[in-house]
């Protein structure tokens, strides 16, 4: 198989690029970053690339609003070349500020198998506070290629501004419809909660979502944050022998398999 190349996508603030990357190259692939101002010069070198990776962090200071600067970025400067990367087969993944930044952009959840556009936003928690805790996250959907269906996973989530919502209620009776919700918040035993088992108060305790493609996928809590058993908080006292978010990046580089 030929080698599976990851374009990680930085910026000012941006602070989870190399572990970014190296969940990435634990799961087979080739990842690298490459600084938002050398896309704009060479557009065109996106198309080099099998996966387009946007990490967590702070881009601009979250300035204006989490995400937002850089997604003004990839609306106005790149535009055209991710749509076509999208249409050509290949992967997006975005982490937390990355995922701010793909829901500000309008690539997702993007538009309905109807021709829907799905406004939807990612705005301040509702404990008014950033929330820096493990979370359990329940399969939403069976389409993303991301996602292992039905397999309950265990993340941590460290954001400010995490909570998804729509524009209107029939939005997010479309996204449900057409399988786009990736991950919902839920307890150890796979239930609602409110806070703190939904960290941020999300719309339908969403924490991420695809396209409808099922080939870009958000989510708020950070898989790469917990590739190896070590990274789980209670790994001695658990006989921890997986890491949940290495599944992710594995089944992202399975894909072109």
């Not at 990355?98 to 309905?112: E, T």
């Not at 996204?175 to 609602?192: H, I, L, N, S, T």
Request: charged share 25%; glycine share 10%; with cysteine.
């Amino acid at each position: 198989m030929a080698e599976i190349r990851v374009l990680v996508l930085r910026t000012a603030g941006t602070n989870c690029d190399q572990e970014m990357c190296w969940a990435f190259e634990m799961a087979g692939a080739k990842a690298e970053t490459v600084h938002v101002n050398r896309l704009i010069d060479e557009p065109e070198m996106l198309a080099d690339y099998q996966i387009l990776a946007l990490p967590g962090g702070f881009s601009y200071g979250d300035d204006i609003a989490a995400g937002k600067i850089l997604a003004n970025q990839l609306i106005h400067h790149f535009n055209d070349q991710v749509r076509q990367f999208i249409d050509a087969d290949k992967l997006v993944l975005g982490v937390c500020n990355g995922f701010q930044v793909l829901v500000k952009a309008g690539i997702l959840p993007g538009v309905s198998h109807n021709g829907t556009k799905l406004h939807t936003t990612i705005t301040y928690n509702d404990s008014g506070k950033f929330e820096d805790r493990w979370v359990y996250l329940e399969p939403g959907t069976d389409k993303c290629v991301f996602v292992d269906p039905g397999q309950r996973i265990y993340l941590p989530v460290a954001h400010g501004e995490g909570k998804v919502c729509f524009a209107r209620e029939e939005l997010l009776e479309q996204v449900k419809e057409d399988g786009q919700v990736a991950f919902r918040y839920v307890d150890k035993d796979g239930k609602f909660g409110d806070y703190p088992v939904n960290p941020n108060g999300s719309t339908d305790h969403i924490a991420g979502l695809c396209d409808s493609t099922g080939r870009v996928l958000g989510l708020m809590p950070h898989p790469e944050r917990f590739v190896h058993r070590t990274h789980h908080p209670r790994w001695t006292r658990e006989d921890v022998q997986q890491a949940d978010g290495l599944n992710i990046f594995t089944n992202a580089v399975r894909y072109f398999e």
